[in-house]
């Protein structure tokens, strides 16, 4: 099992849509998790890290099920600028270790 | 302020020339880290520092990758002999700490002929 699993899409959504991206990890001792946003041809940028109990910041909501090893991004009223690919990102191991990510899902928001 | 920068930003190598991919992090950033994208692939770990310390270097494909940070600050990824399956973006990326937000330089574009 890879270590961090997510589904390639791409997603093609109207604008308005309401989308939800999905991500499985493999190591039960990760403890930070984040979204990372990736734009054709640029580098990632940070999106939103993810909490336990959940985080949202505007249009956007993460998610985290630790027990499933399972985290989410919900964007909702979507823009033609949320076409991107949106990485989910979690450290190796627990403590200061490095992240690993995901393959990326891609998002495009349709006129 | 400036961001993570690098260069160059493309580099084209005939097959068993040396690369050397240079790095320079935020200003007083200590961890800094390299990864290497392929088309359609997320970020792949190679290696990382804390200052001068080269912590973890498990994700270096081969014994043709070496990467060095002599003073803490600028840090140079190097590919000796590249191979076609070397071709990719090299991304660098720097933090306050592992734990804290990556900042990534915009990458070296590396094509192997």
């Known amino acids: 099992r890879k270590e961090v699993e997510q589904d390639p899409g791409p997603f093609n959504v109207p604008e308005g849509a309401t989308v939800a991206f999905n991500c499985t990890y493999s190591n039960s001792a990760s403890q930070s998790f984040f979204w990372y946003r990736q734009d054709c041809r640029k580098e990632p940028k940070l999106l939103m890290s993810v909490y336990s109990s959940g985080n949202e910041d505007g249009r956007f909501t993460a998610q985290l099920n630790r027990a499933s090893q399972y985290i989410s991004l919900l964007i909702r009223d979507s823009k033609l600028s949320d076409s991107a690919t949106y990485l989910c990102?979690?450290?190796?191991?627990?403590?200061?270790?490095?992240?690993?990510f995901g393959k990326g899902t891609r998002l495009s928001v349709i006129a | 302020g400036a961001g993570v920068s690098q260069s160059p930003r493309y580099k084209v190598a005939k097959r068993g020339q040396d690369v050397a991919l240079r790095c320079d992090p935020i200003?007083?950033?200590?961890?800094l880290f390299w990864y290497q994208q392929a088309l359609g692939q997320g970020p792949e770990f190679l290696t990382y520092f804390q200052n001068e310390a080269q912590l973890d270097k498990s994700g270096l494909p081969s014994d043709r990758f070496f990467a060095e940070r002599p003073e803490g600050s600028v840090s140079t990824l190097k590919i000796q002999r590249t191979q076609q399956e070397d071709s990719a973006v090299y991304l660098c990326?720097?933090?306050?700490?592992?734990?804290?937000?990556?900042?990534f330089g915009p990458g070296t574009r590396l094509t192997v002929t």
């Open positions: 200003s007083g950033h200590v961890s």
């Open positions: 990326a720097s933090s306050e700490g592992t734990l804290f937000e990556q900042y």
């Open positions: 990102v979690v450290n190796k191991n627990s403590g200061n270790t490095p992240l690993v």
